[in-house]
């Protein structure tokens, strides 16, 4: 079954642990990243502190736009979306929270 990383909230920690990247080519998974990092070994992928600093930062910049955005008037394809927007923004903020977290816990397994 395919698992759509963008909006899966993984659950509990140790189930998001295995949740795979959205661009397994560019971003490593928190345990490989883990892994790799214990092992002293390098790598051209984008680690989870990276992808979470980037979603981090991405998402401040999509909710400061919406709210110069917000003073439209009246226009309901514009407010319909800013709710899109919105919502994406705080998934991200979610991701960009747990995954300092998970690779923690992963240390500790």
Not at 21 to 40: F, H, M, P
Not at 48 to 71: G, I, Y
Request: with cysteine; proline share 3%.
């Amino acid at each position: 079954m395919y698992i759509w990383p963008e909006i899966d909230t993984g659950g509990l920690l140790d189930y998001y642990l295995e949740t795979l990247t959205s661009d397994s080519c560019n971003i490593e998974t928190i345990s490989s990243y883990v892994k790799r990092c214990l092992a002293g070994e390098f790598s051209g992928k984008s680690g989870p502190d990276k992808a979470s600093a980037h979603f981090s930062a991405l998402a401040d910049a999509v909710l400061t736009a919406c709210r110069a955005l917000e003073r439209a008037d009246g226009n309901k394809e514009l407010e319909s979306t800013l709710i899109d927007c919105r919502i994406l923004a705080y998934l991200a903020k979610f991701h960009a929270f747990l995954n300092p977290g998970d690779q923690a816990l992963d240390v500790l397994l």
